[in-house]
Protein backbone atom coordinates (compact mmCIF):
# COMPACT_ATOMS: atom_id res chain seq x y z
CA UNK A 1 0.00 0.00 0.00
CA UNK A 2 2.69 2.27 0.85
CA UNK A 3 4.11 1.95 -3.16
CA UNK A 4 0.59 3.31 -4.13
CA UNK A 5 0.53 6.41 -1.99
CA UNK A 6 4.50 7.73 -3.10
CA UNK A 7 4.35 8.78 -7.28
CA UNK A 8 6.12 6.62 -8.96
CA UNK A 9 7.25 9.44 -11.89
CA UNK A 10 6.10 12.67 -12.39
CA UNK A 11 4.26 12.61 -15.88
CA UNK A 12 4.70 14.97 -18.50
CA UNK A 13 2.01 16.69 -20.97
CA UNK A 14 3.25 14.46 -23.88
CA UNK A 15 3.06 11.28 -22.28
CA UNK A 16 -0.15 8.98 -23.31
CA UNK A 17 -3.57 9.47 -22.50
CA UNK A 18 -4.27 6.11 -21.62
CA UNK A 19 -1.31 6.62 -18.99
CA UNK A 20 -2.45 9.95 -17.42
CA UNK A 21 -5.82 8.26 -16.88
CA UNK A 22 -4.62 5.19 -15.30
CA UNK A 23 -2.59 7.54 -13.21
CA UNK A 24 -5.93 9.47 -12.29
CA UNK A 25 -7.60 6.27 -11.25
CA UNK A 26 -4.47 5.45 -9.18
CA UNK A 27 -4.57 8.17 -7.13
CA UNK A 28 -8.07 9.17 -7.21
CA UNK A 29 -8.98 7.84 -3.57
CA UNK A 30 -5.89 10.04 -2.03
CA UNK A 31 -7.85 13.53 -3.82
CA UNK A 32 -11.23 13.21 -2.13
CA UNK A 33 -11.75 16.21 -0.04
CA UNK A 34 -14.77 16.56 1.50
CA UNK A 35 -15.70 20.48 2.23
CA UNK A 36 -17.75 21.10 5.13
CA UNK A 37 -20.39 23.74 4.81
CA UNK A 38 -19.23 26.58 7.32
CA UNK A 39 -22.52 27.86 8.74
CA UNK A 40 -20.30 31.17 9.82
CA UNK A 41 -19.20 31.97 6.37
CA UNK A 42 -20.92 35.04 5.99
CA UNK A 43 -19.82 36.02 2.83
CA UNK A 44 -21.65 33.08 1.09
CA UNK A 45 -24.80 33.96 2.93
CA UNK A 46 -24.21 37.57 1.99
CA UNK A 47 -23.99 37.00 -1.39
CA UNK A 48 -26.84 34.30 -1.18
CA UNK A 49 -28.99 37.30 0.50
CA UNK A 50 -28.31 40.04 -2.48
CA UNK A 51 -29.11 37.30 -4.90
CA UNK A 52 -32.69 36.43 -3.49
CA UNK A 53 -32.99 39.89 -3.27
CA UNK A 54 -32.29 40.76 -6.82
CA UNK A 55 -35.15 37.92 -7.68
CA UNK A 56 -37.58 39.29 -5.32
CA UNK A 57 -37.46 42.81 -7.33
CA UNK A 58 -37.21 40.99 -10.49
CA UNK A 59 -40.29 39.04 -9.48
CA UNK A 60 -42.17 41.97 -7.49
CA UNK A 61 -42.12 44.34 -10.56
CA UNK A 62 -44.34 41.67 -12.57
CA UNK A 63 -46.33 41.11 -10.32
CA UNK A 64 -46.80 44.38 -9.42
CA UNK A 65 -48.13 44.92 -12.85
CA UNK A 66 -50.70 42.15 -12.76
CA UNK A 67 -51.57 43.35 -9.49
CA UNK A 68 -52.48 46.74 -10.67
CA UNK A 69 -54.66 45.48 -13.99
CA UNK A 70 -56.14 43.18 -11.12
CA UNK A 71 -57.22 45.99 -9.04
CA UNK A 72 -58.63 48.02 -12.03
CA UNK A 73 -60.47 45.33 -12.96
CA UNK A 74 -61.98 44.55 -9.37
CA UNK A 75 -62.82 49.06 -9.45
CA UNK A 76 -64.11 48.99 -12.75
CA UNK A 77 -66.26 45.58 -11.74
CA UNK A 78 -67.65 46.88 -7.79
CA UNK A 79 -68.23 50.70 -9.64
CA UNK A 80 -70.43 48.70 -12.13
CA UNK A 81 -72.29 46.83 -9.33
CA UNK A 82 -72.70 50.03 -7.39
CA UNK A 83 -74.74 51.97 -9.91
CA UNK A 84 -76.49 48.82 -11.11
CA UNK A 85 -77.95 48.86 -7.16
CA UNK A 86 -78.45 52.26 -6.95
CA UNK A 87 -80.73 51.83 -10.75
CA UNK A 88 -82.86 48.75 -9.15
CA UNK A 89 -83.40 50.56 -5.92
CA UNK A 90 -84.23 53.85 -7.83
CA UNK A 91 -86.87 51.83 -9.65
CA UNK A 92 -88.13 49.58 -6.66
CA UNK A 93 -88.61 52.09 -4.29
CA UNK A 94 -91.86 52.64 -4.48
CA UNK A 95 -92.40 48.82 -4.43
CA UNK A 96 -90.59 48.65 -1.66
CA UNK A 97 -92.60 51.50 0.33
CA UNK A 98 -95.82 50.03 -0.72
CA UNK A 99 -93.97 46.65 0.19
CA UNK A 100 -94.04 47.62 3.90
CA UNK A 101 -97.16 49.38 3.89
CA UNK A 102 -98.59 46.14 3.28
CA UNK A 103 -96.61 44.68 5.95
CA UNK A 104 -97.54 47.12 8.84
CA UNK A 105 -101.34 46.22 7.30
CA UNK A 106 -101.06 42.66 7.47
CA UNK A 107 -99.96 42.74 10.93
CA UNK A 108 -102.75 45.19 12.04
CA UNK A 109 -105.28 42.69 10.24
CA UNK A 110 -103.54 39.85 12.16
CA UNK A 111 -103.82 41.23 15.17
CA UNK A 112 -107.61 42.35 14.80
CA UNK A 113 -107.90 38.45 13.52
CA UNK A 114 -106.53 37.18 16.75
CA UNK A 115 -109.23 39.23 18.61
CA UNK A 116 -111.71 38.15 16.57
CA UNK A 117 -110.44 34.50 16.79
CA UNK A 118 -110.58 34.82 20.89
CA UNK A 119 -114.01 36.88 20.82
CA UNK A 120 -115.19 33.49 18.60
CA UNK A 121 -113.81 31.17 21.31
CA UNK A 122 -115.06 32.86 24.39
CA UNK A 123 -118.62 33.32 22.22
CA UNK A 124 -118.54 28.96 21.24
CA UNK A 125 -117.70 28.24 24.98
CA UNK A 126 -120.69 30.40 26.03
CA UNK A 127 -123.17 28.17 23.54
CA UNK A 128 -122.19 25.24 24.38
CA UNK A 129 -122.74 26.23 28.24
CA UNK A 130 -126.10 26.92 26.88
CA UNK A 131 -126.74 24.25 24.87
CA UNK A 132 -125.88 22.39 27.97
CA UNK A 133 -128.28 23.56 29.90
CA UNK A 134 -131.05 23.87 27.79
CA UNK A 135 -130.77 19.82 27.60
CA UNK A 136 -130.73 19.90 30.60
CA UNK A 137 -134.09 21.75 31.31
CA UNK A 138 -135.16 20.27 27.77
CA UNK A 139 -134.58 17.05 29.33
CA UNK A 140 -135.96 17.89 32.81
CA UNK A 141 -139.35 19.06 31.13
CA UNK A 142 -140.06 16.15 29.22
CA UNK A 143 -139.26 14.04 32.04
CA UNK A 144 -141.94 16.16 33.49
CA UNK A 145 -144.21 16.10 30.83
CA UNK A 146 -143.74 12.46 30.80
CA UNK A 147 -145.15 12.22 34.33
CA UNK A 148 -148.09 14.67 33.64
CA UNK A 149 -148.86 12.51 30.82
CA UNK A 150 -148.62 8.93 32.55
CA UNK A 151 -151.00 10.30 35.21
CA UNK A 152 -153.71 11.04 32.64
CA UNK A 153 -153.43 7.44 31.35
Not at 50 to 55: K, L, N
Not at 91 to 117: G, R, T
Amino acid sequence: MENSCKPHRILEAGDNPADWYQEVDRVLPQLKVTVRSDNKDWGFHKEQMHQHREGIKSSLSEVEGYLGKLLEGINKAQEKVCAREKYINKQLEEQICEYHNVQVKLKEVNELYQQASERVKEKTQILAELNGEAYWLLGKKRKGLFLSLMRFM
